[in-house]
């Protein structure tokens, strides 16, 4: 089966109410039954609860704080590098930036400035830069951390569509990851300016950050950003930047000359967060 015929039904499914429902019920205190509902999960596909701060699935009130469970202190150790993965995830795509045209799998592209929400002078930041994809699978750890020190400058809530975001539906939808739902995040940091932008998804009930909170829902049909002072919100590599209630993907963008990729990273191949992602080019 070709991979359009495989995302197929998602153009005709109500992913807006579906995703409404599964916030919903990711949100409900339900006692045994969130129980159920979690060990069902963990079984399905094969959480590590060894490596979560709490271990117990009865501990968990909600299926989002389940989802969004803390680690042990020490599992994450962070790389001595001047970039490390912000994430644990399979790593989508990355590299070359060609002019402001992203490379998202064969056959399609999408540009910066969709992305970013249409603000053509900060896509033009990265143009020639590099990127990064890297998908988060439902068995992973789904805080999202700081890839380097760096200082908020901008938050940017882009409305779109809610198509899911796994490998096959990456080769099958153009554009998806500047089509659907996303949370831009601009940052200053010593190296650059750079974007961490989280990518919504189908049943993915709501983005937060550690500075706003939920960011959506609600879910409007605009454009909303905020701006921040130099040195408002400010963060160490590593630090908790955000978290998705329901999994998705992270895509950084790096200005011309300023990462080299770890001769390690491969596409489709695993990450984990603190791992090193770069150096400084």
């Known amino acids: 089966m070709s991979d359009f015929l495989a995302v197929l039904p998602q153009y ?23 129980t159920s509902l979690i060990k069902w ?9 060894a490596e979560a701060a709490n271990s117990d699935p009865a501990a968990y009130a909600t299926f989002n704080e389940f989802f969004t469970r803390a680690l042990k202190p020490g599992a994450r150790p962070l790389a001595d590098a001047p970039w490390i993965c912000p994430v644990d ?27 970013v929400g249409g603000d053509k002078t900060l896509a033009a930041q990265f143009e ?20 380097c020190a760096g ?11 809610l198509f899911s975001v796994n490998p096959t539906t ?14 831009v995040c601009v940052f200053d940091s010593a190296h650059g300016p750079f974007v961490l ?18 960011v959506n829902p609600p879910r409007g049909g605009q454009i909303n950003e905020w701006h921040y002072d130099a040195g408002a919100v400010s963060f160490q590599q590593g630090d908790e930047m955000g978290r998705f209630l329901l999994g998705s993907t992270v895509v950084l963008l790096f200005p011309k000359k300023t990462v080299a990729f770890d001769a390690a990273w491969a596409p489709a191949g695993p990450v984990r967060l603190g791992e090193k992602m770069a150096t400084s080019a």
């Open 12 to 34: 005709l499914l109500p992913k807006q109410a579906l995703t409404a429902f599964g916030g919903l019920v990711a949100g409900a205190r339900g006692g045994n039954w969130t």
């Open 41 to 49: 999960f963990i079984n399905k596909y094969q959480v590590n609860m």
């Open 89 to 115: 995830g399979a790593i989508s795509q990355f590299g070359r930036i060609e002019k402001d045209q992203i490379f998202q799998a064969k056959g399609h592209h999408y540009s910066t400035t969709a992305l």
């Open 128 to 147: 020639d830069g590099e990127f990064a994809t890297i998908y988060l699978s439902p068995k992973d750890y789904h805080r999202i951390h700081m890839p």
């Open 151 to 161: 200082s908020l400058r901008r938050m940017i809530y882009v409305p779109g569509d």
């Open 170 to 183: 990456a080769r099958g939808v153009p554009g998806l990851f500047a089509r659907n739902e996303r949370v």
């Open 197 to 214: 932008t989280l990518v919504g998804a189908t049943v993915v009930g709501s983005m937060a950050t550690t500075w706003h909170g939920v």
